[in-house]
């Protein structure tokens, strides 16, 4: 099995590759650009950041009146707490969707960050020299960011500490690798998944959320409460045997599985079938 390090290294050249042969698709107003991250406006008191180091890396900026909450911190962003300051000027509060590198190549610009402790396993190996102070969300709870409010919940699967972020009234959120951006790597089983989609499909319905901004967005691939119940109805085939995984030649993260039926990939091993 490779190693973590040589796994993002592949996974890296790859999807860089992706990236230059698809090209840029965000819209939306450029608000800042340099050679590490572009800026676009989604409305008006909310920002996609995209690198350009893991096939459109994303971040989040959103804005209340009394405060800011940065979603993850791409893959490496010189100087992104000024970047965001130029942006909004309400204080800014970190929090992750979950722990790989290429969502907290930035963190220590700031000095703390929450993260669903869920990932604390993850912590030694991405982000073990970070000084700043760790603070761990809980599921459920309200981020209240003054006249609007973001919704913790908890999305286990990717990582056993993914999380997204639901903003209960624009009728959006923000899933990081939850749901892989139209390709999921699942490092946990199908079992785990489909309580993940189950419970936010519902949430979805609950809100009237129309799509979840996803942790590599290109502006073609939200995700539509479609493709998680999608997800849902391919775990279900998978598991019952009604699907059969596919040898995966890059072995990302060494998850030597794939799937791919209902517009939907999934990366796994074979222990994610127990």
Not at 144 to 167: M, W
Not at 229 to 237: A, E, G, H, K, P
Request: aromatic fraction near 8%; glycine fraction near 10%; charge should be neutral.
């Amino acid at each position: 099995m490779k190693t973590f390090a040589s796994t993002i290294v592949l996974l890296t050249l790859i999807q860089t590759l992706s990236s230059a042969q698809s090209g840029l698709q965000i819209t939306g107003k450029e608000v800042f650009k340099n050679d590490d991250v572009v800026f676009h406006q989604i409305d008006q008191h909310t920002w996609v950041g995209t690198g350009h180091l893991l096939y459109n890396e994303s971040i989040y900026l959103v804005e209340g009146n009394d405060k800011s909450v940065l979603i993850d911190a791409g893959q490496r962003i010189k100087d992104l707490d000024k970047i965001v300051a130029s942006i909004t000027k309400k204080p800014v509060m970190l929090v992750l969707t979950h722990v790989h590198s290429d969502h907290t190549g930035a963190v220590d610009y700031f000095s703390e960050l929450y993260l669903n402790p869920g990932d604390t396993v993850l912590i030694r190996r991405t982000i073990p020299k970070y000084k700043g102070k760790i603070k761990f969300l809980k599921d459920g709870e309200l981020i209240d960011l003054g006249g609007r409010k973001l919704e913790v919940v908890f999305t286990p699967g990717h990582t056993a500490g993914s999380t997204t972020f639901i903003d209960t009234e624009a009728g959006y959120g923000f899933s990081g690798d939850s749901f892989g951006s139209g390709n999921l790597l699942l490092t946990m089983d199908f079992s785990t998944l489909i309580s993940t989609c189950r419970k936010i499909s519902a949430i979805m319905e609950k809100y009237g959320t129309r799509l979840l901004y996803p942790g590599h967005y290109s502006g073609t691939n939200p995700e539509m409460k479609k493709r998680v119940d999608d997800m849902i109805t391919l775990s279900q085939d998978v598991l019952s045997g009604k699907v059969k995984g596919g040898p995966n030649p890059s072995g990302m993260m060494g998850l030597n599985l794939i799937v791919n039926d209902y517009g939907v990939k999934i990366n796994f091993t074979e222990k994610s079938l127990k």
